[in-house]
């Protein structure tokens, strides 16, 4: 199969506008390593960010809602450099490339996929035709390419979260480093990826691997649905007004803009998958036991509405980031894998 990488078309009107700039259509292989690549780049270049973000979101899980709101970005970021190292940030960074890489290769390639097969389903020959089908076909065809990618690597999902809340503490739980972050016998309890994968599957059962996938899909395709059609959309307008600007500039800007929507949008689901996913880590005593819609109630409950966005502004901090990063890398590399000769 191939996929043709080239610039979005734009209908302001009732006429179609088809933009100039084209490149030559890139195989199955290329469209899934620039899609692998860029996913990899992009999580590498924002680890530091992503880790608050994941502890911060698992904070309310063993602490007493008094003391919730001690704990600031600075602070946290401050006690893990003074009590691991700057090297912290990156814990469990290569079981995040591990998932990473599959999973922003089969999302791309897939997005590029669905979108092919929902256009001649609806029959619309060329995008651009319609505006609103447009729209209607990247968040259909980002959600089902969500659903696909979550689905395929969830264990390894799974593993880099238990690994970035590798150390769990037996102390007074006094803030949100000393909670997740030291044991009181500094014991790592996952010696790795593979190692991860064995222990879960052996302590919590092989569908422990699974633990939160509901939430997961729920939240991850409302999320690449939102992305994928803002990001398209977005570009496909910038290009018609503004062709003159670099590919650099206008993926950074649309893909933070996406990453920013689609953010706000599933952040709670994001939460409640964070939390089930650490349900029994490290031995530790269970805290939800009514699945998915139990978890909300329980967090709305204990940590109020607000608990739902616990962690939003270094999510924020990492997404403008880190999206813009992903769906740059992914058009510099599509349009440089298109420019290689064919043998």
């Avoid at 969830?154 to 590798?166: G, K, N």
């Avoid at 139990?294 to 204990?302: D, V």
């Amino acid at each position: 199969m191939q996929t043709e990488a080239r610039v979005g078309v734009v209908n302001t009107t009732s006429s179609v506008v088809v933009e100039p700039r084209r490149q030559r259509q890139i195989g199955t292989a290329s469209q899934l390593l620039a899609g692998g690549v860029a996913g990899a780049v992009s999580k590498t270049c924002t680890a530091p960010l992503a880790r608050l973000t994941i502890l911060f979101q698992v904070q309310g899980m063993h602490s007493d809602a008094s003391s919730l709101g001690k704990a600031s970005i600075w602070h946290e970021a401050l006690g893990i450099v003074r009590k691991e190292g700057v090297r912290a940030f990156w814990k469990g960074n290569l079981a995040t490339i591990a998932h990473r890489l599959p999973y922003s290769s089969i999302s791309f390639y897939a997005f590029e996929h669905y979108k092919n097969l929902l256009h001649d389903i609806v029959g619309v020959e060329s995008q651009g035709e319609n505006v609103s089908t447009d729209i209607c076909i990247r968040l259909v065809g980002g959600g089902l390419a969500g659903v696909t990618a979550a689905s395929v690597t969830y264990p390894l999902d799974l593993v880099r979260t238990r690994l970035a809340t590798q150390y769990l503490s037996n102390a007074e739980e006094v803030d949100l480093v000393d909670l997740f972050l030291l044991d009181t016998r500094n014991v790592i309890y996952y010696r790795g990826i593979w190692h991860a994968l064995y222990t879960i599957s052996k302590e919590e059962g092989v569908f422990g691997l699974y633990k939160g996938l509901g939430a997961t899909l729920l939240g991850v395709g409302p999320n690449l649905a939102i992305s994928f059609s803002v990001y398209e959309t977005a570009r496909s307008y910038w290009h018609f007004h503004r062709p003159e600007d670099s590919t650099v500039l206008v993926s950074l800007t649309c893909g933070s803009l996406s990453g920013i929507a689609s953010s706000t949008v599933a952040y709670p689901l994001d939460l409640v998958r964070r939390r089930m996913q650490l349900e029994g880590a490290g031995g530790r005593a269970r805290v939800y036991n009514t699945g998915l819609f139990g978890t909300f109630r329980h967090i709305i409950r204990s940590e109020g509405w607000r608990g739902l966005y616990r962690g939003i502004l270094p999510e924020y901090y990492k997404v403008v980031p880190s999206v813009g990063i992903v769906f740059m890398t992914y058009e510099k590399l599509k349009q440089l894998l298109s420019s290689i000769p064919e043998s």
